[in-house]
């Protein structure tokens, strides 16, 4: 079982980055997926939830109206768009099932600065 | 928005009993997850659905909740379980993490 993020990196406050989720080894569109995010220093933030076909979505209170979750079952991967960026956004991103079977990526860091 | 409150910091000596809380008022109909999470790696689920044990996850761990507590003990803690845990649940409109609690075994 594997997942990998990618496409974090150094961002201007106000800019935007798509960050995706890659998975093998378990049946990707059999699970709803999850984004978490961790600033330095700082405990765990549930960030966004989509169900398995996408009919359920859901977002935590400090990213709704600027984060959009997506994913593609034939591609067996997971995207979070990030527009509207702060400073307050710079953390490590985790893509993560959060559920009995669970399975974490190892997370890719976004920087939001000027 | 929901909270869910954790202890920042519980501290025991080896073998003792650590017991970390987390206080929600939903608690009652929502189950509770545990994370555990070492300095720099991924968390990882030592306990699911307030009681349940994941496979690999030492007999040490266990869950309970009663109201609008859930509790994860741990049986004669080891030097390796020094960690940040964090319990995961859902509220009326999503779900959240506990603000952490540092256990340290010495």
């Known amino acids: 079982v594997e997942l990998v993020e990618s496409g974090g990196g150094l961002v201007q406050p106000g800019g935007s980055l798509r960050l995706s989720c890659a998975a093998s080894?378990?049946?990707?569109?059999?699970?709803?997926m999850n984004w978490v995010r961790q600033a330095p220093g700082k405990g765990l933030e549930w960030l966004s939830y989509?169900?398995?076909?996408?009919?359920?979505?859901s977002y935590g209170d400090s990213v709704k109206g600027r984060f959009t979750i997506s994913r593609d079952n034939a591609r067996n991967s997971l995207y979070l768009q990030m527009n509207s960026l702060r400073a307050e956004d710079t953390a490590v991103y985790y893509c993560?099932?959060?559920?009995?079977?669970?399975?974490w990526g190892q997370g890719t860091l976004v920087t939001v600065s000027s | 928005s929901y909270e869910l409150t954790q202890p920042p910091s519980v501290s025991v000596s080896p073998g003792q009993t650590a017991r970390i809380t987390c206080s929600g008022d939903a608690l009652p109909k929502k189950y509770a997850f545990w994370y555990q999470q070492k300095s720099g790696q991924a968390p990882v689920l030592v306990i699911y659905?307030?009681?349940k044990r994941p496979s690999g996850i030492p007999g040490r761990f266990s869950g309970s909740s009663s109201g609008t507590m859930a509790t994860l003990t741990i049986t004669g803690a080891h030097v390796e379980d020094e960690a940040d845990y964090y319990c995961?649940?859902?509220?009326?409109?999503?779900?959240?993490f506990g603000g952490g609690t540092k256990l340290t075994v010495l």
């Open positions: 659905e307030d009681t």
């Open positions: 995961f649940s859902g509220g009326s409109s999503g779900w959240v």
């Open positions: 080894g378990f049946t990707f569109s059999s699970f709803g």
């Open positions: 993560a099932t959060l559920a009995s079977d669970d399975y």
């Open positions: 989509i169900g398995s076909r996408s009919s359920t979505i």
